[in-house]
């Protein structure tokens, strides 16, 4: 009896020996930021593992909008969840559409959009960023939120397009035969079989281009310049501008802007994990 | 009675199947649906690479390019960037995937915990990173101060040291993605296989050699083509981080294009991309490959 639980103990001890660190390297960033946040401007700096006198104090000037970096901060959340979410209405409605033409009616030259969709999803993003800023500018987007809009479905439509047909390709065909049979046409297909049973995989997409776009720096730091018209990320980079930046307010609006997502992420994460790995894991 | 019963209706699909595909109804509508990407796809991916391409067509472009040594060294810090850090993630993630499969509750918890890094955005986790090695007032500089009463290194100002933290950054980043990619990968092998070499007798390390690393080795190479891939298009870990510097000194391909757009020579910031584009499109070509079965 003695024997194997004086081993067990030294399996887990050394399970601990890796867990520890993996929890300090992981946090370590993260609690960070919280501590900045919660700590007053003056003892900020002092390397404590906990302030003296934690304070909202942070919180609150940043969301009355007290200092000079953070006057559009409402404004600039707005504009974040608003290309968030338009970016992800139209990419979930660009690639269902295309994924249901290709994989279900077979249009001709499908698998030909398919691959070129995937050659772009391969293109790493910040090699577009230069030419995409000129092709902005050429029709006129620049500083409208629409440019950013569109960069961020160009970006995130070629991966949704993959990710749909590839659990559109698992539903069985005698469904669409069965519903022909019964006299229904493309687009009854469309809303009554196939939306329904795609529902899992359209959420793990939707959220995918949503985050994306929410979490996009440089796009938006090159497509819109005006401070009413920037995402939250923008303006966060503004804070580098000058040596003296308040970072105490810099690390609260970071924790304000990095919550949303998180928490999506872990709302979704079933579906997220089994959605966005598939692709990944099927090689 | 079943058989006769099932006849006409297998009848019935033969007669559709070539029917649909030759009934015009579904080919519109197929046309029509496919139609918003396909203009997505010409307006803004065809257009700005036929764009770029026009750009960077003067040769001149390219010599002003090799005789810039910001342009050598971007290129060398990238190359160092992919290979030593790619490399470095990798291993860890396939040696965190073999600790994370342990059934244990707390095993679990920490999982969760350790995909945040993933879930939030880069942004104001870079700029706690940066702020953490400032020199002077950054937490890690005075721990080091406080436990050694010497001065901590000037981490992103010297060159080699602020390319490594942005290395560290990027792992620290996109480490959970992988690890949680190998995870399923090891997931996916059949528990038999370990069985059967317990019974053999074999050691931990045989049953790595010989059940897991076969079966995971497509994937792990997979994942290193493709996070190379990612990693080329990687702006935030760097330019957050170093900016760029000190001296233009920590650029990489992905920073490299903001600072010719910012020094007004477009031309120059396409041809560092062209100048990239015979090692990166073999590996895009290697994930076509993979992925358009």
């Known amino acids: ?283 | 009675m079943s058989s006769t019963l099932a006849l006409p209706e297998q009848g019935g699909t033969v007669q559709v199947r070539p029917a649909w595909n030759r009934l015009t109804p579904w080919q519109t509508w197929g046309l029509i649906l496919i139609v918003p990407y396909v203009l997505i796809f010409l307006l803004f991916v065809v257009y700005p690479v036929g764009y770029g391409f026009w750009i960077a067509r003067h040769p001149h472009s390219y010599e002003q390019l090799v005789e810039d040594p910001i342009f050598v060294r971007s290129a060398i810090n990238t190359l160092v960037f992919l290979v030593v850090g790619i490399n470095i993630k990798m291993a860890i993630a396939l040696m965190l995937s073999g600790f994370f499969v342990q059934a244990r509750s707390w095993i679990k918890w920490l999982s969760v915990i350790f995909i945040l890094p993933w879930a939030v955005p880069s942004i104001p986790t870079i700029l706690s990173l940066r702020f953490m090695l400032n020199p002077e007032w950054g937490v890690i500089n005075s721990l080091i101060f406080r436990l050694t009463g010497e001065d901590g290194p000037n981490w992103l100002n010297d060159p080699t040291i602020a390319l490594s933290m942005a290395i560290v950054v990027h792992i620290w980043k996109s480490l959970p993605f992988w690890t949680l990619i190998l995870i399923a990968g090891r997931l996916a092998i059949p528990g038999e296989l370990y069985e059967s070499a317990s019974v053999d007798g074999a050691t931990n390390m045989q049953k790595f050699r010989y059940v897991t690393w076969p079966s995971l080795r497509t994937l792990y190479l997979t994942s290193t083509i493709l996070s190379m891939i990612w990693t080329l298009g990687d702006f935030n870990s760097v330019y957050l981080l170093t900016g760029g510097g000190p001296a233009d000194l920590t650029h990489v391909l992905a920073t490299l294009g903001i600072r010719y757009l910012r020094l007004d020579q477009v031309d120059l910031s396409m041809a560092a991309i062209v100048c990239a584009l015979p090692f990166v499109l073999p590996l895009v070509y290697f994930m076509m490959r993979r992925l358009a079965k």
């Open chain 1, 1 to 283: 009896m003695k024997l194997p639980s004086l081993r067990a103990v030294g399996t887990e001890a050394k399970l601990m020996l890796i867990g520890i660190p993996v929890l300090i390297w992981t946090l370590l960033p993260l609690y960070h930021l919280f501590l900045f946040a919660i700590s007053p401007k003056e003892s900020a700096f002092a390397g404590k593992l906990w302030p003296d006198h934690p304070t909202l104090h942070n919180f609150a000037v940043v969301l009355k909008q007290e200092h000079y970096y953070l006057s559009h901060f409402w404004q600039q959340l707005w504009n974040s969840l608003l290309i968030a979410v338009a970016t992800g209405v139209l990419t979930l409605l660009v690639a269902t559409c295309a994924a249901f033409a290709i994989s279900r009616l077979k249009v001709k030259g499908g698998r030909l959009v398919m691959n070129l969709a995937l050659f772009t999803y391969f293109i790493p993003a910040a090699f577009l960023a230069v030419p995409m800023y000129r092709t902005m500018g050429s029709y006129g987007l620049l500083n409208s939120q629409w440019a950013l809009i569109l960069a961020m479905v160009t970006i995130a439509a070629p991966y949704s397009i993959w990710v749909l047909k590839q659990s559109s390709d698992q539903l069985p065909v005698e469904l669409d035969e069965a519903a022909i049979m019964d006299g229904a046409s493309p687009m009854q297909l469309f809303w009554l079989v196939y939306i329904p049973l795609m529902a899992p995989a359209l959420v793990a997409v939707g959220t995918y281009a949503l985050l994306l776009a929410w979490n996009e720096y440089l796009y938006a730091f090159l497509l819109l310049s005006k401070d009413t018209a920037v995402t939250l990320p923008v303006g966060l980079g503004n804070f580098l501008a000058a040596d003296d930046s308040p970072w105490e307010l810099l690390m609260t609006t970071g924790l304000i802007y990095a919550l949303p997502p998180a928490a999506i992420y872990y709302t979704f994460k079933r579906y997220m994990v089994s959605g966005l790995t598939a692709g990944a894991v099927k090689s």
